[in-house]
C-alpha cells in the first residue's frame, strides 16, 4: 500500500475525488477547464459532481471519499488492499474545511461523502460521524448530506450518522452471495442487508414520532476555516496510521449531545443502493428482479446501476481490455425507471426464458411491441 504523507490539502483532493469516481449515485463532471478572460466561470475536475432533486432541480456536490485507504480486497475495487496506488486520508476538520469554504463560493450545494475501510468499519465509522456531527453542529452547515455507510459497522454509530444525513446508502456491490463470496470475501449480504433493514424500519419510525421534518437553522454567523486550499496553505500530517487520521483533533459525542440530535429527521431523502453490472454473469432478469425486492422489502430511492470498468486482471473478472457495459447500464436505468414510475413489475419486462434486454431497443419500447393487442390506445 502505497502511503504519502504530508500531503497538502488539494492533492488529497485530488486522489480522494478521483477515487470516488466509481461509486455512482449522481454524475460526475470530470471537467477541467481554465477561465479564459472572454468568458465567466470556470471548471474544476476534482470533487465536484451532480443530481437531480425531487422537483427536478440539478444540484452540484462535493463528492470524495474519506480515504481510499482500505483493509479489504475486493477484486473489482481500484482501492483493495493488494493495490499499489497512492493513497490519501482526509480528517474529519479537513472534510468540514472542503465543505464549508465550497459552499461559500456557490460551488456546491451539498456533500456526498464515501469512504473505503480504515483500520476497521468501526473506526471509519466513527470518523465519518465525527465529521457529519462538525459540519452540522458546529458549522451549522445545513446543505444537503449524502453518506455511505461503512458495511459491518455498528448500528448504533450509523443511526447516529442517519440522523446527521440527508441520505444513506449502503452498496449492495454485487446481486449475488456467490458473487460476493468470490470477489469480495471480506464482505457478505448479510452485513449489507441487516443495516440496510434497519435504516429502512428508522426512517419509517422517526417520520411516524416527528410528523413532520425537522431542519437545523442556517447559521448566520461569519467564522472562515483555516488551513484552506484556498488559502494555499498546507497542513503537514505525520505520525502513525491513526496520528495522520487527526486523533488529536477528533470531537468526542457526548451521549447527551447525541440525544438531542434525536430531534431531527433521520435520512429524511431515503435511502438508496448500488449494483456493480457486467463483473459477473448475472441476467439483466435477475438484476431486475434484485432491484424489484430491494424496493419492495427496504422501500429505498434509488438503486443505481455502476458498469464494471476493468481495472484489475483477475480471472473471475471481464479482461482488462474490456469496455464498461454503458448501454446495458443505461437499459437497466430505464427499465428501473418502469418499476418506479410506471407501476411495472420485472416478470412483465423480462423472464427467464427472455433474460437480457434488446440493448437497441427502449425497454419501454420492447415491451408495446411485445403488446401490439393493446394499441391503440
Known amino acids: 500500500m502505497n502511503i504519502t504523507e504530508n500531503m497538502s490539502l488539494l492533492e488529497k483532493l485530488t486522489i480522494l475525488s478521483d477515487a470516488a469516481k466509481y461509486d455512482v449515485a449522481c454524475t460526475s463532471s470530470g471537467v477541467d477547464r481554465k477561465g479564459n478572460g472572454h468568458g465567466m466561470g470556470n471548471s474544476i ?20 471519499l474519506f480515504t481510499n485507504e482500505c483493509i479489504f480486497r475486493c477484486a473489482y475495487c481500484q482501492n483493495n488492499c493488494n493495490n499499489d496506488v497512492p493513497r490519501a486520508s482526509f480528517t474529519p476538520d479537513e472534510v468540514c474545511t472542503l465543505t464549508m469554504e465550497f459552499y461559500r463560493r456557490n460551488y456546491i450545494e451539498g456533500l456526498f461523502l464515501s469512504s473505503g475501510i480504515l483500520i476497521s468499519p468501526n473506526y471509519t465509522m466513527e470518523l465519518i460521524y465525527q465529521t457529519l456531527y462538525q459540519l452540522r453542529v458546529h458549522h451549522h452547515f445545513n446543505g444537503y448530506i449524502h ?50 433493514a434497519k435504516v ?152 427467464e426464458q427472455r433474460p437480457n434486454f434488446n440493448e437497441q431497443i427502449d425497454p419501454k419500447c420492447e415491451w408495446a411491441l411485445r403488446h401490439l393487442e393493446l394499441f391503440p390506445v
Open 45 to 64: 475536475a476534482p470533487g465536484i459532481c451532480h443530481t437531480f432533486s425531487a422537483d427536478g432541480r440539478c444540484i452540484s456536490l462535493l463528492k470524495i
Open 147 to 196: 453518506v455511505k455507510a461503512v458495511p459491518g459497522a455498528p448500528d448504533d454509530l450509523i443511526m447516529r450518522a442517519g440522523y446527521l444525513a440527508d441520505r444513506m446508502s449502503i452498496n449492495l456491490e454485487l446481486p449475488t452471495a456467490e458473487g460476493m463470496k468470490k470477489l469480495a470475501p471480506n464482505k457478505s449480504h448479510q452485513t449489507i442487508l441487516k443495516p440496510m
Open 200 to 351: 429502512t424500519d428508522t426512517i419509517a419510525a422517526n417520520r411516524l414520532a416527528q410528523g413532520k421534518s425537522v431542519y437545523l437553522e442556517r447559521s448566520t454567523s461569519n467564522r472562515y476555516l483555516t488551513d484552506s486550499i484556498f488559502s494555499e496553505e498546507q497542513r503537514k500530517i505525520t505520525g502513525n496510521q491513526t496520528d495522520r487520521i487527526g486523533e488529536s483533533s477528533v470531537y468526542r459525542i457526548t451521549t447527551k449531545e447525541h440525544e438531542k440530535l434525536k430531534n431531527r429527521p433521520f435520512a429524511s431523502a431515503g435511502q438508496s443502493t448500488q449494483m456493480i453490472i457486467g463483473a459477473t454473469p448475472e441476467t439483466d432478469y435477475h438484476l431486475l428482479c434484485t432491484t424489484q425486492n430491494l424496493y419492495q422489502k427496504y422501500d429505498l430511492k434509488r438503486v443505481f446501476f455502476s458498469a464494471y470498468v476493468p481495472v484489475n486482471e483477475d480471472p473471475d473478472l471481464p479482461g482488462i481490455d474490456e469496455k464498461p457495459p454503458l448501454l446495458r447500464e443505461h437499459r437497466l436505468y430505464q427499465a428501473d425507471w418502469l418499476l418506479r414510475f410506471y407501476g411495472f413489475h420485472a416478470e412483465e419486462l423480462l423472464s
